[in-house]
């Protein structure tokens, strides 16, 4: 399972001089699952919109409607389920979003190693930064 073992790429010790062997499938597997997290950030979002435009329009209904006491406790109700609603897809939306940033970062990591990885292989100094 991904979250026990973690997203490494497999490098093994060189088995002939100057040889290394790179399994990248882990990192292809990150950038997977950060795409289905960018999705599920999007469906959050439109959760979150529908969520506001429905508080908004039984507000609009209120307003039009006879104030009755009953009304006004349903009412009272909805917007308090509601707003545990939004809460709960905002703090999911920012849990996803810092996932999705964590990602990038091992990404970013792994791109930036594996670049002055080639660089020694080809022999070419490394005493510059290649970024």
Known sequence: MKLERGFYTN???PTTE??????????RNLQLLTDKLRRLCHI??????LG????????CMIQTSYPGASLSTSL?????????YLSQHKTHLARIESLISRAQ???ALVSQATY???ILLMGVSTDTEYT
């Not at 040889?19 to 882990?26: K, Q």
């Open 76 to 84: 009272d109700w909805f917007n308090s389920q509601m707003d545990l």
């Open 11 to 13: 490098i093994n010790r």
């Open 44 to 49: 959050l979002q439109l959760n979150i919109n």
């Open 18 to 27: 100057g040889g290394i062997e790179a399994d990248f499938s882990d990192i």
């Open 105 to 107: 970062g091992v990404s």
């Open 116 to 118: 002055h990885l080639a």
């Open 52 to 59: 506001i435009q429905l508080k908004s329009c039984m507000g």
